[in-house]
């Protein structure tokens, strides 16, 4: 059974940083391409950051330069690295693989205030 507990958000001034991890079980993170997600409230989730299996990396455009996505094989732990943070930031982070969904966890919440 595969599951993906998500954390280290919190509430963060405009401009600051936050690094979210995702620990995985059930799944091999290294050889999956693996995919933050986030969802504000009224719209729809948004993938904003993957990590290929050969260490790959893309970025939607609104965090391109600020978020650097990245993993720990031996952890088995993916995470995102948030700079620069603005209030549309603000969102439920998640973390899952690239198309084939697996089971969504709770997810991180992520504040920035203005």
């Known amino acids: 059974q595969v599951q993906l507990v998500e954390s280290g958000g919190g509430l963060v001034q405009a401009g600051g940083s936050l690094r979210l991890s995702c620990a995985a079980s059930g799944i091999i993170v290294s050889i999956n391409a693996m995919g933050w997600y986030r969802q504000a409230p009224g719209k729809q989730r948004e993938l904003v950051a993957v990590i290929t299996s050969g260490g790959n990396t893309n970025y939607a455009d609104s965090v391109k330069g600020r978020f650097t996505i990245s993993r720990h094989n031996a952890k088995n732990t993916v995470y995102l690295q948030m700079n620069s943070l603005k209030p549309e930031d603000t969102a439920v982070y998640y973390c899952?693989?690239?198309?084939?969904?697996?089971?969504w966890g709770q997810g991180t919440q992520v504040t920035v205030s203005s």
């Open positions: 899952n693989t690239i198309g084939a969904w697996k089971s």
